[in-house]
């Protein structure tokens, strides 16, 4: 009988976090080790945000280099983990078979391999990627999501990869260190307070929670991840925060595990 797996948003931050050796790294490697080591990964990437509902269904996904402006050893860099194709029947199975199988365009993006590559750094266990489909509500990938829950109790690691504040328009370019905006702290600290206290609703209707929430999450696609981990939390479920900071002021790099 396989150990029930937690479910783990991480909040992916910079692309060049793959070749780096920092905090936030290093935080992720220690992730690696304390959990039971999975036999299948299901990542929900920020990246993949496409009008579509679809799962990574080939045996070998690329590792796909999905941004502009960065050194050449970012572009040379492979993360050559298996796919499966199991997995991804599985998913389309628990989510009634109206799952797309993707098996050629895609892959792995780097929302998912910049970070897995340090909490996996073998790149031996299977990957699987569930697109975000960008024409639905944010309580439809909630409920959506809530489908996935036996997956944790049949082996299968289920990641969010996204950053619960991700602003880019007002990211300080070249200078990492700077302080977090007022509007990014507030906004993170009451997400954490509903997280802590299992009060799903106000993270689901994020859009409703006022100034704060619309410039911390300014678009979906880098929150929706945390709603995926959120809705596989079970009663018995504790949450914790393993990885903490802000990059460049506007961006969070918060892990939310729940376990």
Not at 188 to 215: C, N, V, W
Request: hydrophobic share 40%; aromatic share 10%; net charge negative.
């Amino acid at each position: 009988m396989n150990e029930t797996m937690p479910a783990i948003f991480i909040g992916h931050g910079n692309p060049m976090n793959a070749l780096a050796d920092n905090g936030y790294t290093r935080a992720w490697r220690s992730i690696g080790e304390a959990i039971p080591k999975p036999q299948a990964v299901l990542c929900i990437s920020a990246h993949w945000y496409i009008p579509a509902l679809a799962v990574t269904a080939m045996e070998r996904p690329r590792t796909i280099h999905d941004f502009g402006g960065f050194p050449r050893e970012l572009f040379e860099f492979q993360y050559p983990a298996p796919g499966s194709a199991e997995l991804a029947e599985r998913v389309n199975e628990l989510l009634g078979g109206k799952v797309a199988m993707e098996a050629g365009q895609w892959g792995l993006d780097h929302g998912t391999w910049s970070v897995l590559c340090h909490v996996f750094p073998e790149a031996d266990i299977p990957i699987v990627q569930l697109s975000i489909d960008e024409t639905k509500p944010a309580a439809w990938h909630y409920d959506t999501a809530k489908s996935l829950a036996p997956l944790r109790n049949e082996g299968v690691l289920v990641i969010g990869s996204g950053n619960l504040v991700h602003n880019l328009h007002a990211y300080a370019w070249g200078d990492q260190s700077r302080e977090p905006f007022d509007w990014a702290l507030r906004f993170e600290q009451k997400a954490r307070e509903l997280m802590l206290s299992g009060d799903h609703a106000p993270l689901i209707g994020y859009e409703s929670m006022g100034k704060d929430a619309h410039l911390s999450a300014p678009t979906p696609d880098h929150y929706l991840p945390l709603l995926y981990i959120l809705a596989l939390q079970a009663d018995e479920d504790e949450v914790s925060f393993p990885v903490e900071g802000f990059d460049g002021g506007s961006i969070s790099m918060t892990t939310v595990m729940v376990r």
